[in-house]
């Protein structure tokens, strides 16, 4: 064979191998990545992924109020602080966990209420639930912190979007590198808050230029014990009789008998209680109170006697029948006066059955207001009823709203009498 030709295919195939070989060899940027990362692996060589969930509620002056809460990491349920706790000014620790590196999810359900009940506002008997998740990524060496806040929306169009939940996910290393040679520490005085840089000298024969990494250091939060408060328990009645008081809320639930003469005062943390107060001969009380760090709060009782059974709240069916039920004239919101008696009933009803809800269903007739008014008529009607429970002490949480417009009358509305019937609440016993 040619001689020539030999060379010109060794020619060739040295011009298609060489960028293959080129190609093949590591760049300097490469050398510098890989050398960061043989670094970032040696600090920190035994730490694994690790997640920090938050929750920062709202201010007690923005009048807002968490009633439930509910957290999940990757489909399980978390055991989380009381919603007490949650509900104290500051950030809350939710959980701190090993995970594997990888893909998380976090999904945050909450419920709130408005603090400033008023009959005439456009959120009155309102229970924002809020649910919303976040999706992380979590590596071998750091912690993810994951925060939970809800916020209001100034603008919007529907008070029932008037807050929204979002999260902030922020990620740090676990620990500052340890064991390693030639490292310069800078005694003194440190600014907690600061980033403290830490020089770490690249390996001999990489010919890589010291790297900085930046460790955040967060100091620890000292807490110091609020003062226990007083609340103070008097019951009242024309026969002075004792009760039976249920306090529920911070710590353990309480069972105290109350003396008909005298108050009774229970030292107690701050936070949010529910008492509710039986005694024999008598109707069931309940009633909510906020008690401040070191602060006296006060309750008062009127006993009222119990009806005899005919004349008791009935459930049928899973609805409440009232003795009396309650009643509208035309075009008004409100029940009329005299058939408020049964409220006292239905209190009494929601007391002795701790684990129930209520949903008031609004009706109207068809006839004492335009058709596209009776939606907005039977809501205010549903509303009202359950403004005036909470006022008698139930717990917003407890009582759900809605209203059916004329869409299931009760009678016909061709006479005054069956538009009388129509215009009505429907109270609807819900049992876990």
Do not use: C
């Amino acid at each position: 064979m040619d001689s020539s030709f030999l060379k010109i295919g060794s020619l060739v195939l040295a011009g298609l191998l060489a960028p293959a070989a080129l190609a093949a060899e590591p760049t300097r940027e490469d050398q510098v990545r890989a050398e960061l990362e043989r670094q970032l692996r040696a600090m920190v060589p035994e730490s694994p992924a690790e997640v920090q969930l938050l929750f920062e509620g709202f201010k007690p002056e923005d009048g807002y109020r968490l009633v439930e809460s509910d957290f999940l990491l990757d489909g399980e349920p978390l055991a989380v602080p009381s919603i007490e706790e949650l509900n104290a000014p500051g950030v809350h620790r939710l959980a701190v966990m090993k995970v594997e590196p990888g893909e998380h999810t976090l999904v945050s359900r909450v419920t709130y209420t408005n603090g400033s009940w008023s009959l005439f506002s456009e959120s009155n008997g309102f229970l924002w639930k809020i649910t919303a998740s976040v999706g992380f990524q979590t590596q071998r060496g750091l912690r993810v912190s994951v925060k939970a806040s809800p916020s209001v929306v100034p603008n919007a169009p529907d008070p029932r979007l008037k807050l929204k939940l979002t999260h902030a996910v922020t990620a740090e290393m676990i620990q500052p590198p340890q064991d390693e040679p030639a490292v310069a520490v800078k005694t003194g005085p440190v600014d907690a808050g600061a980033p403290v840089k830490v020089a770490q000298p690249a390996a001999p024969d990489a010919g890589v230029k010291p790297t900085t990494t930046v460790v955040s250091v967060t100091p620890p939060v000292e807490r110091t014990p609020l003062p226990t408060g007083r609340l103070r328990l008097q019951v009242t009645s024309k026969k002075p009789s004792s009760a039976t008081a249920f306090v529920r809320g911070t710590g353990e639930p309480l069972k105290l008998v109350v003396p008909g003469r005298k108050p009774k005062e229970v030292p107690l943390s701050a936070g949010a209680y529910t008492v509710d107060l039986l005694a024999d001969g008598f109707l069931a009380q309940t009633r909510q109170v906020e008690l401040a760090a070191g602060a006296d709060a006060s309750l008062d009782f009127a006993l009222v006697p119990a009806p005899k059974k005919a004349k008791a709240a009935k459930v049928q069916e899973g609805r409440v029948e009232l003795p009396q039920p309650l009643g509208f004239e035309e075009t008004k919101p409100l029940p009329n006066k005299a058939s408020l008696g049964g409220l006292d009933l239905l209190v009494d009803l929601l007391v002795r059955d701790p684990k129930a809800r209520l949903r008031v269903e609004g009706h109207t007739d068809g006839r004492e207001v335009p058709a596209p008014a009776r939606q907005g008529l039977s809501d205010a009607r549903a509303r009202a009823v359950a403004d005036l429970l909470i006022r008698a002490g139930v717990a917003p949480s407890r009582v759900d709203v809605v209203g059916l417009g004329d869409r299931s009358p009760k009678a016909p509305n061709l006479i005054p009498r069956g538009r009388d019937l129509n215009r009505r609440v429907e109270l609807v016993l819900l049992r876990p």
